[in-house]
């Protein structure tokens, strides 16, 4: 990360100054963290619950080798119920050219 880059939130902010980091959730993944337990969760930052879903799905498991589903769920804060997100994980062809030489 460079300091092109929110500390907090991990969002591209460029140069600028006037950066708002976007609301902070609470996110964990039921089948392998524990909902009841703090210290196994994730922080996520999005508008709204499935944007904070999105993003912690692509921060912790974009590098997942091949497609998978995650559930993760989302709370705005302690007190608030646990909003349930289906993720699914694509990976999408790449392709890039290379020079060689001439004929
Ligand atoms: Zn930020």
Same mark, same amino acid.
């Given at each position: 990360?460079?300091?092109? +880059?929110? $500390?907090?939130?991990?969002? +591209?902010?460029?140069?600028?100054? &006037?950066?708002?980091?976007?609301?902070?959730?609470?996110?964990?993944?039921? &089948?392998?963290?524990?909902? /009841?337990? *703090?210290? %196994?969760? +994730?922080?996520?930052?999005? /508008?709204?619950?499935?944007?904070?879903?999105? *993003?912690?799905?692509?921060? $912790?498991?974009? &590098?997942?080798? +091949?497609?998978?589903?995650?559930?993760?769920?989302?709370?705005?804060?302690?007190?608030? /119920?646990?909003? $349930?997100?289906?993720? %699914?994980?694509?990976?999408?062809?790449?392709?890039?050219?290379?020079?060689?030489?001439?004929?």
């Amino acid at each position: 990360m460079s300091e092109f +880059y929110c $500390k907090n939130c991990g969002q +591209y902010k460029g140069v600028s100054r &006037d950066h708002e980091c976007p609301p902070c959730w609470q996110a964990v993944r039921p &089948d392998y963290g524990d909902p /009841e337990d *703090e210290s %196994t969760f +994730y922080k996520a930052f999005g /508008e709204e619950a499935e944007d904070a879903a999105l *993003e912690v799905a692509e921060r $912790k498991f974009s &590098d997942w080798e +091949y497609p998978r589903d995650v559930e993760i769920w989302v709370r705005q804060n302690p007190s608030a /119920e646990w909003l $349930k997100f289906e993720i %699914t994980v694509e990976s999408v062809p790449s392709f890039s050219a290379s020079p060689v030489g001439v004929v």
